[in-house]
């Protein structure tokens, strides 16, 4: 068994893989929560891996909404500091566009001077991917190069075939979990192979009406001639747009608790306009439209900058979310014809 | 990562939210998907609805005053002690010297036994909420016009609707989520007419804005009236088979003229045609309205002119018709079907009417008093007099959500015993002999019926801190000592006996409640619920009409301005969670007085300047915001900040029927603080 074979596991098999994995790791998969799929710590409860891809991003298990970066307690005048460990976890069902989404994070919070909380979870993190087979409504991944298919960044990548799933190993930890629980797979025939070749040529072609592969810099142009008064008119301020995004990244750091407490690093948002209205009262995006605008720019122009890789992995999530009922995708349409 | 699914603790669109739970903390919200209302989607405040859960300011031990000091004490201790001193005072005063304020923010079961507990274990009526201070109108000019007070349909009923009338309601920042359903309709060719005095962002985005001068509704709605009837878009089947009263409505309505309205309201002839020929041509109108229609001193009579306009047009018991009195609190619908008020049994049951109140004495096992209690307003003015000496105050902070501050502070004052229960130090907690630490939202099971009669339920992500109980318990404990069986094992064995003795929630049961919940009335255990209401009947048998005249608007000459108050998207009332919320208070840190800057520059007054507001009652040093969103002769406050209190300014002049205090229009004068 080499790491590029494919392997097959039934559905049965895998509940068992999993049932052995959660004996060492915190297994975390898509349940449903409230009758719609949710990622979180699974405890043997029925997998909801035929819903649409859960809307909040599995990207919080490395950048948590809301984390103690470490506790303080004052004694006799002196601070002692502690933290916590990160956890050991196993992440089930993660789909492609997360994990590009975890690529460009990658090349923020990874680059130059690491983030240290980050990098912590990002290496005690398994990943078990799943093709996307069957899209969302209203994804975009294929325009934006991040799916259906997963193209690396994960341990283990699954693709359902109806009766079970292709196994195939992105890392020597996926390989590890492939012959430490060898007795859960069998050897993949090469119909299987085709299957997989043949759905997910399928989820691509649903796709294609979709658009192309927007053009930098016809988005530019976008971004510079769009009516953002307008756009700014409609938004409700929900913020929804950016804490939903799996890219965003956005922080702020707090202190709670005198004398003893906690520093907390908590999700931010650049559509509200406390992010950037300065101590003096002065704002330099005292708008809405302006903070849409930001928004757009950081996404298509200077995370690419600063990473290679859009700002946007075409999740399809701001547009569900979106209070004003904007839907990006008519955006970039218009950007890319 | 635990994730629970559960409902937003903020307004009363009662958005379904994911509670994200990582070690036993609650580390954030999202939307839930299949939510009915929230489908996927919040406000800002819903999103981080989570963040004040674990603040370090939570009160977490009882309390009771030692003279200056606050000493921790056992939970055994601080009920005994305020049961000891409730009955002290009931024997000296009669029961009916004490009172309780219960929670729109509490659940159904801690309503219905605070409730119960003023009732069967104190013996009085005394028992209100906040939702005297915004909905009592609704419940008083609905309930004898059409039958009930509550939203007639859902909030997604909109989405079908061809015309909108949206009143009264700054949508955007209050409803977000009715808001965003209107604006999907209106995108879906819908007509919106916002009728507002301020140019908010819903009147920003309407096809026609009405902006009438403050307490003038009742003038522009009955000359809308006047124009449809005089267009002939009256639906006169409709008036015919299900009202009656018409005739005198269309006597008054034809005094209504588009001249006379303008004169008194200041809408333009052209304005009021627009918005009369949209509303009266279209298949389907509803109307919405909140604080701004209820909140004046002629509450009453701007929600029965609202009621004319639905009844004559025939948009009542259809889906996208209807009127849609928008509830502040996610559970203040709740709170007033619990009857946590001085006239109903839960379901609206009178405590006068003998038979109801046998009832409730066989299901509580003890006698009940006949006499209707005092409103929270009125119970105020009783504490200052002596009339009321010994209170409960369940998560409410009248110190800085009820009129007229200075007298609220000499009331709570003149309290011999003051018992509050709450999840944060509030200003009323200051002033409390007892301090009772409880659970949040987060903490608790229990259910919240939301704005549309939805009752859904609301789950216990992670334990309350420190010593902190959820307040079935609190209330469970009190009723033990006063000898009142309250033996409930869980919140569901509370809401089984809610059923049994409620019938408009008579099959309501938590097992039964699904993401979606169920809306009353849910009589029996096999009923679906009831989305829409007055589909074939009135409960009153025939709809009334009412006729209503616009009030004589006194003018002052020493207070020539009218303030007028309100909330922030980014708050919620008195900002005790989401001032503790660091993201919304960034949003809205301080209190500031939108003035128009016509008005601000006769006054020499720049964005920025301090100036002193004044009233009859109180005056305010605050920040000064020039805006066009206010018109000229109007200034606005939002009322969320202790720092600068705009309830220091409002009077507590009362609708005569419903008892709301007019807080919308309250005459001040400003000048800046240096002059
Ligand atoms: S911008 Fe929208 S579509 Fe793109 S990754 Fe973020 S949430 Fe997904
Ligand atoms: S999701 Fe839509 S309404 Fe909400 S902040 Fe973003 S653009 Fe505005
Ligand atoms: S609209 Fe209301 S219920 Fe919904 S998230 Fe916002 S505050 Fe909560």
Not at chain 1, 38 to 57: H, I, M, Q, V
Request: glycine fraction near 10%; aromatic fraction near 6%.
């Amino acid at each position: 068994m080499t790491s590029t074979t494919a392997l097959f596991i039934s559905r049965e098999d895998l509940i068992h893989l999993l049932e052995e994995l959660s004996g060492t790791l915190e297994v975390v998969a898509p349940v449903l929560v409230g009758d719609e799929a949710a990622f979180a710590t699974w405890r043997g409860e029925a997998l909801a891996l035929d819903d649409k891809n859960p809307l909040a991003s599995p990207v919080e298990f490395f950048l948590p909404k809301k984390e103690v970066l470490f506790r303080y307690v004052q004694y006799s005048g002196r601070y002692t500091f502690s933290e916590d460990p990160p956890k050991a976890r196993l992440i089930f069902g993660m789909r492609p566009c997360d994990l590009l989404a975890l690529k460009v994070i990658d090349g923020i919070f990874g680059a130059d001077l690491s983030d240290l909380p980050y990098a912590g979870r990002r290496r005690s993190t398994i990943i078990v991917a799943l093709n996307c087979t069957s899209p969302g409504e209203g994804c975009f991944c294929r325009s934006m190069g991040s799916g259906p298919v997963a193209e690396g960044g994960y341990d283990l990548l699954l693709t359902d075939l109806g009766r079970g799933y292709l196994v195939e190993a992105g890392s020597p930890a996926g390989v590890y979990i492939l012959r430490a629980h060898h007795r859960h797979f069998e050897e993949a025939d090469i119909e299987d192979i085709k299957e997989k070749e043949r759905l997910l040529a399928l989820a691509g072609e649903k796709m294609i009406k979709r658009g192309p592969f927007p053009n930098p810099e016809k988005i530019r142009e976008a971004i510079d001639g769009a009516d953002w008064e307008e756009a700014g008119r409609r938004c409700l301020a929900c913020g929804g747009c950016s804490f939903v995004c799996p890219v965003c990244h956005c922080f702020s750091v707090l202190d709670q608790g005198v004398p003893d407490g906690e520093r907390l690093r908590c999700r931010d948002s650049c559509i509200l306009s406390g992010f950037s209205r300065m101590t003096s009262g002065a704002n330099p995006r005292p708008d809405p439209g302006e903070r849409l605008r930001h928004w757009y720019l950081d996404k298509f122009v200077y995370i690419p900058e600063k990473t290679g890789l859009f700002g946007c992995v075409g999740c399809g999530r701001c547009s569900r979310v979106c209070l004003g009922e904007a839907d990006r995708w008519s955006f970039f349409r218009e950007a890319t014809e | 990562m635990e994730k629970i699914a559960t409902i937003c603790v903020y307004c009363g669109c009662g958005c379904g939210l994911v509670l994200h739970v990582e070690d036993g903390r609650v580390v954030g919200a999202s939307p839930s998907p299949a939510h009915p209302v929230s489908r996927g989607r919040l406000c800002v405040k819903g999103w981080l609805a989570a963040d004040f859960v674990h603040h370090p300011d939570r009160l977490k031990t009882p309390l009771v005053r030692r003279g200056e000091r606050m000493a921790r004490v056992s939970w055994d201790e601080a009920l005994s002690l305020s049961a000891r001193r409730l009955r002290e005072i009931r024997e000296e005063s009669g029961p009916d010297s004490l009172a309780i304020l219960t929670s729109a923010k509490g659940t159904n079961e801690e309503n219905y036994l605070l409730a119960k507990l003023a009732r069967a274990a104190l013996g009085t009526n005394n028992v209100d909420h906040v939702a005297r201070l915004c909905h009592a109108p609704s419940v008083a000019g609905l309930g004898i016009a059409l039958g009930s007070g509550a939203m007639t349909n859902p909030i997604r009923s909109l989405l079908s609707s061809d015309a909108i009338l949206v009143t009264g309601s700054n949508t955007t920042e209050q409803h977000p989520l009715v808001a965003a359903t209107i604006l999907e309709a209106q995108a879906r060719g819908a007509t919106l007419i916002v009728a507002d005095p301020r140019r908010t962002q819903m009147a920003e985005l309407a096809d026609i804005h009405l902006a009438p001068r403050l307490g003038t509704d009742v003038a522009w709605t009955n000359g809308m009236l006047n124009l449809i009837i005089g267009r002939g878009l009256i639906d006169e089947d409709f008036i015919n088979e299900r009202t009656e009263g018409f005739s005198a409505l269309k006597e008054l309505a034809l005094r209504y003229t588009p001249a006379a309205v303008e004169r008194i309201t200041g809408i333009p002839p052209g304005d009021l045609e627009k918005a009369a020929a949209a509303f009266g041509e279209a298949p389907r109108a509803g109307v919405v309205y909140a604080m701004g229609t209820t909140q004046h001193s002629s509450g009453t009579d701007n929600v029965l002119a609202l009621a004319n306009l639905v009844l004559a047009t025939g948009n009542v018991g259809r889906d996208g018709t209807g009127i849609y009195p928008l509830r502040g609190h996610q559970n203040v619908q709740g709170a007033c079907d619990m009857g946590a008020l001085p006239i109903f049994y839960s379901g609206y049951q009178k405590v006068e009417d003998p038979a109801a109140r046998r009832k409730m004495e066989a299901a509580w096992g003890t006698d009940l008093p006949a006499t209707p209690g005092l409103t929270a307003v009125e119970m105020m003015e009783a504490a200052e007099e002596g009339r009321i000496r010994g209170m409960i105050i369940s998560g409410e902070n009248p110190m800085i959500s009820y009129p007229d501050r200075g007298q609220v502070i000499r009331a709570l004052r003149s309290l011999d015993f003051l018992a509050v229960a709450d999840i944060f130090p509030t200003e009323t907690t200051a002033l409390a002999d007892v301090v009772l630490p409880v659970a949040s939202f987060a903490e608790k099971d229990g259910t919240f019926t939301s704005t549309e009669r939805r009752i859904q339920r609301v789950r216990r992500a992670v334990t309350p801190p420190g010593e902190a109980r959820p307040e079935v318990e609190v209330a469970a404990e009190l009723l033990r000592r006063f000898s009142v069986t309250a033996d409930y094992a869980s919140p569901e064995e509370v809401m089984g006996e809610i059923s049994s003795v409620t019938p408009s929630y008579g099959g309501v049961s938590s097992r039964r409640l699904g993401i979606s919940g169920l809306s009353w009335p849910c009589p029996s255990p096999d009923h679906p619920g009831t989305e829409i209401l007055h589909q074939g009947s009135f409960p009153i048998g025939r709809a009334r009409f009412y006729v209503v005249e616009q009030q004589h608007l006194p003018e002052d000459l020493d207070y020539p301005l009218f303030l007028t108050t309100g909330r922030s998207l980014f708050h919620f009332h008195t900002g005790t969670m989401t001032r503790r919320t660091h993201l919304l208070d960034r949003e809205r840190p301080k209190a500031t007085v939108d003035i128009n800057p016509a008005d601000a520059a006769a006054l020499g007054v720049r964005s920025g300047t301090m100036v002193v507001v004044e009233s009859a009652t109180g005056s305010l040093e605050i920040e000064a915001r020039l805006t066009a969103e206010v018109p000229m002769g109007t200034v606005y406050i939002p009322f969320h900040f202790a720092e600068a209190p705009a309830n220091q300014l409002t009077t507590r002049t009362l609708d005569p029927t419903s008892k709301i205090p007019g807080l919308k229009r309250t005459p001040v004068r400003i000048r800046r603080a240096d002059g």
